[in-house]
């Protein structure tokens, strides 16, 4: 097939959260099964132009944009496989934060204006010359998120692309991407309100939801979730209409990217057959963060963003009880500024025992995931979640709220001590997440042979692309049925 990807960030060309993840390691999972791939990425000014050979030369076309043409020129590299096209225009997408700008709303549907003109370039050329065309019904554009959603009703609305699938995924309903529908017109397609709309707005998801062949997202149980009044943010109903096109496939890791054995950011490396190097990376991670050198005392870490979404009240209140039961404490992240106040005075409350470092790092981030004992997510809701698969990759055992690809994915040792890999609380309260850390605790001080045990189950678990690749791929050659029904 030849399949289409379309997303605001990719590892490790741009990367915020776990959509580039995502976008940066399943496409060249579907490049390994033969597939034709190619990724349209926004040439941000974040990204090291240098570091990744990105010339100035490059293919151009004319974009309409309103009532104007602008120029955008198509730099492309290849990696593992996928043709990796960035869209340059420093006027329309060129800024200083992948997102945040004022006009994220225009420039991201001139991103997907932008992708689209050159898709139906090449579409024309290819007929120009024979064979290079896609056979009918197996080409498929996969948009992510809200940044990419108008390009799927551009291209469905496209007759020079009659023939091309669209796919939909949902990586977080709670961010829509709802603006002005002026937006709409910009880029060519009608302001006709949608029923979900208000009066005078856009809403891109919506819209890439109503039209799309395949709608997905992230893990089955998000799938249902968002079919309810609870976690549907509004969009419940639409959903509700389109649940037989509606499928949720669970993320996989980049398990080359995340690796122990061959980990270069941590101290020691290590295997399920051989986990010894894990103490040696808690030592090293102690060290770094001027915690207390206790290799008998349970560390924690957090490595996300410290917002509502991720439990951050839960956090923040459950602190003082594990660090006064004789745990220490690795924070990675940055979010609501009321709440990273809190922690600047937990930190300095709880010296030796609690790390915190405000932002992001990615090699820190996988020092903690190797260092640390144990994983605390308790997300209000997680469509899918990175932090707990890539926790298990490291040995490293998650605490979470079971809600979402959490729930999915971490199955309680204390309700299935066979085949649990972590531990779960079902009410989204500070009782239930203190006893879930304190069972995580007493597990740990149970005794060394059954805690190691437990860490070499984990890290065997397969949680890479391979299965949910191929469950694309099937989810592709649906949306070609789709399409050519219709």
């Given at each position: 097939m030849q399949i289409v990807f379309a997303a605001a960030e990719a590892a490790p060309y741009a990367k915020v959260g776990g959509l580039a993840d995502v976008a940066g390691s399943l496409p060249q999972a579907l490049a390994a099964l033969g597939h034709d791939v190619t990724l349209y990425l926004p040439l941000h000014k974040t990204i090291d132009r240098a570091k990744f050979e990105i010339t100035e030369r490059a293919p151009s076309r004319s974009v309409p944009y309103g009532k104007a043409r602008v120029r955008v020129s198509y730099p492309s590299v290849v990696r593992d496989g996928v043709r990796v096209v960035f869209v340059r225009s420093d006027k329309r997408i060129g800024r200083d934060r992948v997102y945040g700008a004022p006009d994220d709303a225009k420039r991201y549907a001139f991103f997907c204006r932008a992708v689209y003109e050159d898709l139906v370039g090449a579409s024309r050329e290819a007929r120009a010359s024979v064979g290079a065309t896609p056979p009918p019904g197996r080409r498929v554009v996969h948009a992510h998120d809200w940044h990419a959603a108008l390009l799927v009703p551009l291209v469905a609305r496209?007759?020079?692309?009659?023939?091309?699938?669209?796919?939909?995924?949902?990586?977080?309903?709670?961010?829509?991407?709802?603006?002005?529908?002026?937006?709409?017109?910009?880029?060519?397609?009608?302001?006709?309100?949608?029923?979900?709309?208000?009066?005078?707005?856009?809403?891109?998801?919506?819209?890439?939801?109503?039209?799309?062949?395949?709608?997905?997202?992230?893990?089955?149980?998000?799938?249902?979730?968002?079919?309810?009044?609870?976690?549907?943010?509004g969009?419940?109903?639409?959903?509700?209409?389109?649940?037989r096109r509606l499928v949720g496939i669970v993320n996989g890791i980049d398990t080359v990217a995340f690796d122990p054995a061959t980990d270069r950011h941590i101290a020691a490396g290590y295997s399920a057959d051989d986990p010894g190097g894990k103490a040696v990376s808690k030592a090293a991670l102690q060290k770094e963060g001027g915690l207390d050198p206790d290799p008998r005392a349970p560390v924690f870490g957090v490595v996300g963003r410290l917002v509502e979404q991720k439990g951050v009240d839960l956090l923040t209140a459950a602190a003082p009880k594990l660090l006064g039961a004789g745990g220490q404490l690795v924070v990675l992240g940055s979010g609501d500024p009321a709440y990273e106040e809190k922690w600047k005075a937990l930190a300095s409350r709880y010296a030796g025992k609690l790390w915190l470092t405000l932002g992001f790092d990615a090699g820190l981030a996988q020092r903690i995931y190797a260092g640390c004992d144990l994983f605390l997510m308790p997300s209000r809701f997680e469509p899918c979640g990175l932090g707990q698969l890539i926790s298990f990759r490291y040995g490293t055992i998650p605490v979470v709220h079971e809600v979402g690809g959490l729930a999915?994915?971490?199955?309680?040792?204390?309700?299935?001590?066979?085949?649990?890999?972590?531990?779960?609380?079902?009410?989204?309260?500070?009782?239930?997440?203190?006893?879930?850390?304190?069972?995580?605790?007493?597990?740990?001080?149970?005794?060394?042979?059954?805690?190691?045990?437990?860490?070499?189950?984990?890290?065997?678990?397969?949680?890479?692309?391979?299965?949910?690749?191929?469950?694309?791929?099937?989810l592709y050659t649906t949306a070609s049925r789709v399409r050519k029904a219709a």
């Open positions: 496209s007759r020079a692309l009659v023939a091309t699938s669209t796919v939909f995924t949902i990586h977080n309903l709670a961010y829509q991407g709802r603006t002005d529908k002026s937006v709409l017109a910009l880029i060519g397609l009608p302001r006709a309100r949608l029923p979900i709309e208000d009066p005078g707005e856009a809403n891109p998801m919506a819209r890439a939801i109503t039209t799309a062949d395949i709608v997905s997202t992230v893990s089955e149980r998000y799938a249902q979730e968002i079919l309810t009044n609870q976690f549907g943010e969009l419940q109903g639409l959903l509700r209409e389109r649940r999915e994915t971490v199955h309680d040792v204390d309700r299935d001590n066979a085949r649990g890999n972590g531990f779960s609380f079902a009410d989204y309260s500070p009782a239930a997440f203190d006893d879930a850390i304190a069972r995580a605790m007493r597990r740990y001080r149970t005794g060394a042979g059954a805690w190691t045990a437990l860490v070499r189950r984990v890290m065997r678990e397969d949680h890479s692309w391979g299965v949910s690749a191929k469950r694309y791929v099937d």
